[in-house]
C-alpha cells in the first residue's frame, strides 16, 4: 500500500507551459470525493483559490492517491513534466509546487 500524500500533479498553460504539485489534504479529499478523473477535474474547476487561480488552463494532470494511480491523459504532458523534474533535480530542488497546508 502506498502510504505518500496525495497529490495532483498538473501541466498547465500559464503565462506559457508550466508545472506544478499540489498536494491533497483530508478536507480535500473528501471534497473530491471517488478519486477519478473527472471528479478531480470538476473540483479544480470549482475552486477559485491556489492552485488553480495561479495556474491558467490546465492541459493535463496526474493525480495519486494511496493506490489509485491516475496517469497522464497526453504523453506531451508526461514528456513535460519529466524534463521539469529532470531540471529541477539538476539545479537541486528537491521538490516544487503547492502544499495546501503551508503555501509554494
Same mark, same amino acid.
Given at each position: $500500500?502506498?502510504?505518500?500524500?496525495?497529490?495532483?500533479?498538473?501541466?498547465?498553460?500559464?503565462?506559457?507551459?508550466?508545472?506544478?504539485?499540489?498536494? &491533497?489534504?483530508?478536507? !480535500? &479529499?473528501?471534497?473530491?470525493? !471517488?478519486?477519478t478523473?473527472?471528479?478531480?477535474?470538476?473540483?479544480?474547476?470549482?475552486?477559485?483559490? %491556489? %492552485?488553480?487561480?495561479?495556474?491558467?488552463?490546465?492541459?493535463? $494532470?496526474?493525480?495519486?492517491?494511496?493506490?489509485i494511480?491516475? %496517469?497522464?491523459?497526453?504523453?506531451?504532458?508526461?514528456?513535460?513534466?519529466?524534463?521539469?523534474?529532470?531540471?529541477?533535480?539538476? !539545479?537541486?530542488?528537491?521538490?516544487?509546487?503547492?502544499?495546501?497546508?503551508?503555501?509554494?
Amino acid at each position: $500500500m502506498n502510504t505518500r500524500r496525495p497529490y495532483i500533479d498538473f501541466v498547465s498553460d500559464s503565462h506559457g507551459k508550466c508545472g506544478c504539485r499540489y498536494k &491533497l489534504d483530508d478536507n !480535500e &479529499l473528501r471534497e473530491i470525493g !471517488e478519486f477519478t478523473r473527472e471528479n478531480i477535474s470538476r473540483w479544480m474547476d470549482n475552486r477559485a483559490d %491556489p %492552485p488553480r487561480a495561479d495556474l491558467g488552463l490546465i492541459l493535463d $494532470m496526474h493525480a495519486v492517491c494511496g493506490d489509485i494511480d491516475i %496517469p497522464w491523459a497526453t504523453e506531451d504532458a508526461k514528456q513535460f513534466w519529466e524534463q521539469l523534474v529532470t531540471m529541477m533535480a539538476s !539545479e537541486g530542488v528537491s521538490g516544487f509546487g503547492w502544499d495546501s497546508r503551508v503555501g509554494w
